[in-house]
Structure formats: C-alpha cells, structure tokens
C-alpha cells in the first residue's frame, strides 16, 4: 500500500529517537493538538508547513521531503554531508525564537 504524505509523518512523529510527547514539547504544541494534525482521519486539523519543516529539523529525518520530491517528479540530494544538513533539536528551538538566538549568542 503506498503512503500519502499524513502517514509519512505520522510515523516521523511516533517513531523516533523522541516520544510523541518529547516531539510536541519540542515544537512547543499541545501532545493532542500535534496527534490530531498528523491523524489522517481528522479533516478539521492540519499540519502546518512551518511545524512540518520544525519536524524534519527536529527528528533529522526528511521523509516527508523526499515523498514530496518524488511525487512531483525531482530527487531530493543533500547540499551538505548528511550529519552537518539539519540543526541540532536546541537549534530548532533557538531557530523559532531569533531574540532567544541573539540573546544566547
């Protein structure tokens, strides 16, 4: 069965190195907010670009981006060596908050 781009992150979200509830800490959103959003069932809520890409970041895992690719007919090929191409899970966060990023140097 071939997986749409909700399954993809769903199990971005529930299996990684994180919990699923480490993940919504993370990214600052509520653990049912963050379950609702990756459900493929529930049309009422969506998953934004902006916590998709915090996602990738966060778990270091671009499968998301790499479906999208390929449906649309590219291949996704990293600029950088693989372990320097996404920040750090605190880098996310400083990320999300440039006066925290200055502030911390």
């Not at 699923?20 to 670009?49: C, F, H, M, W």
């Not at 671009?62 to 990293?78: D, N, Q, S, T």
């Not at 920040?87 to 990320?95: D, E, F, I, S």
Request: charged fraction near 25%.
């Amino acid at each position: 069965m071939q997986k749409n781009i909700i399954q993809i992150v769903h199990e971005l979200v529930l299996e990684n190195e994180l919990s699923a509830r480490g993940v919504a800490e993370q990214l600052s959103k509520p653990y049912s907010t963050l379950l609702r959003e990756i459900n493929q069932y529930d049309k009422s809520a969506k998953l934004g670009v902006e916590t998709l890409l915090d996602l990738m970041r966060l778990t270091r895992n671009v499968a998301p981006l790499e479906f999208m690719a390929r449906e649309l007919g590219f291949k996704l090929v990293p600029a950088q060596q693989p372990e320097k191409r996404l920040p750090t899970p605190l880098r996310v966060a400083k990320c999300m908050h440039p006066r925290l990023d200055a502030a911390n140097g």
